[in-house]
């Protein structure tokens, strides 16, 4: 397929006038803090059985569950904010949430059977507040220049809407700096899990990640004023209701490649707990985890900053075979000092790939599906995360605490080649791009 050359006649607006969009910073803080437990969770839970069982292969298959879960459910709550709103999805989410951590957590210190942990596991995982995407719509929403958005003049001196150029760049930048704040909880919070389930109690990190969902996704809810609106009523090509996602192509090829994604953060994740306890150092696993995802974060303020002339679809080629070609050596580390600096190199080859993806998906879902699409990435994120986690973890068991780094590598190898063959699909129509068209289903 031939790539296309986006011309740039104008300098891409940056961070500063990204932040500079009235009514950003009243879902941004929230947003971070609502968005925080999701990143101790799965290690949270990995940590806890591990420690009662005794089994990395129980403790990623408890773990897997979760994300399976999640990866279910997420985009089927994301579709009820799209008709309902975002606040009446996410109140009652919280609190289901928080209940069902909490009965996870009792059943694994009384050493309940592994059958108990894993319909417990279920809950929990369906009930994940998925806030990433609802910021994300939400900034959609507010430099799109939408009808009745507070932001729709976007931030001063920057022509938004449909036909000014202002609101399309910074698009680019607003997934650019969702990909940083992801990462930095990714930073913070695996860092912050196994501090206190070593530290304090096995069971003290999922007990945080309850607490702070409630408390974060409360505080974010309660932030309407930039919240996208209902669309209840809306209607799809032809006066039908409109389509799932699903419908659009180009949202199924990048759900393949954020398996892919998903699986280097559940190989790694598990992987790295795995080295260090055989090390006898499990206190290391939160800081090379850490590393891992300041590679990412890093990399995410880079390739956010940057003008690119190239297609998206070919930058996220170069940028998802950069990420296969790093995970490659991770199997054959023996210390940890290179594991922490090829454990950087595989987290920076991440961010571009995942920045290129939700700008594709923006462009290519629908207003009235927009949230769905993005909880389908992150789904997918987390049914990757899952699966490389069991797959990982049996690894461990079986062959070693090396073995569960083929992983990422075998994940990522093979959604690059399906990315590569379907790339044709990842071409927006003439004119859809988002802005509430049928979805493409050719």
Known sequence: MATTVTP?????????????????????????????????????????????????????????????????????????????????????????????????????????????????????????PQVGPMVRARWAHLLRGAPGSPGGSGPP?????????????????????????????????????????????????????????????????????????????????????????????????????????????????????????????????????????AGNMLAGLVFGALTWRSAPQRRLLTAYALLTLATAPLWAVDMVPLLAVLGLLAGMGIAPSLITGFTLVERLAPAGVRTEAFTWMAGAVAMGQACAAAAAGRLTDGFGASAGFTVPLAATALALVTVAALRGWLEPDSGQTGAGEGPRTG
């Open 8 to 128: 740039v006649t104008d300098r891409k607006p940056g961070y500063r006038g990204l932040l500079r969009t009235p009514g950003a910073w009243t879902f941004l803080l929230p947003g971070f803090l609502a968005r925080q437990p999701f990143a101790m969770l799965t290690l949270g839970i990995v940590l806890l059985v591990e420690d009662t069982t005794g089994s990395f292969g129980t403790a990623g298959t408890v773990s897997a569950v979760t994300g399976v879960s999640m990866a279910l459910f997420a985009p089927r709550s994301g579709r009820l904010a799209d008709r309902f709103g975002q606040r009446a999805v996410l109140v009652p989410g919280v609190l289901l949430h928080a209940t069902a951590v909490g009965a996870l957590t009792a059943l694994a210190l009384s050493r309940a059977p592994l059958w108990a942990l894993l319909l417990a596991a279920v809950p929990a995982g369906a009930s994940v």
């Open 157 to 293: 001196g920057v022509r938004n809407g449909p036909d000014g150029p202002g609101g399309a760049r910074l698009l680019s930048t607003a997934a650019a700096f969702e990909s940083v704040t992801d990462e930095l909880t990714f930073v913070i919070g695996p860092v912050l899990a196994t501090a206190l389930c070593t530290g304090v109690h096995p069971a003290a990190g999922l007990s945080a990640e309850a607490a702070l969902t409630v408390v974060g996704g409360l505080l974010f809810a309660a932030q309407r004023r930039a919240a996208p609106p209902a669309h209840r009523r809306a209607r799809g090509a032809g006066g039908a209701p409109p389509a799932s996602a699903l419908s659009v192509p180009g949202v199924r090829v990048l759900i393949v490649a954020f398996l892919g994604i998903g699986a280097v953060f559940g190989g790694m994740q598990v992987s790295m707990a795995a080295f260090t306890e055989s090390i006898g150092q499990p206190g290391l696993n939160g800081v090379l985890y850490g590393v891992f995802a």
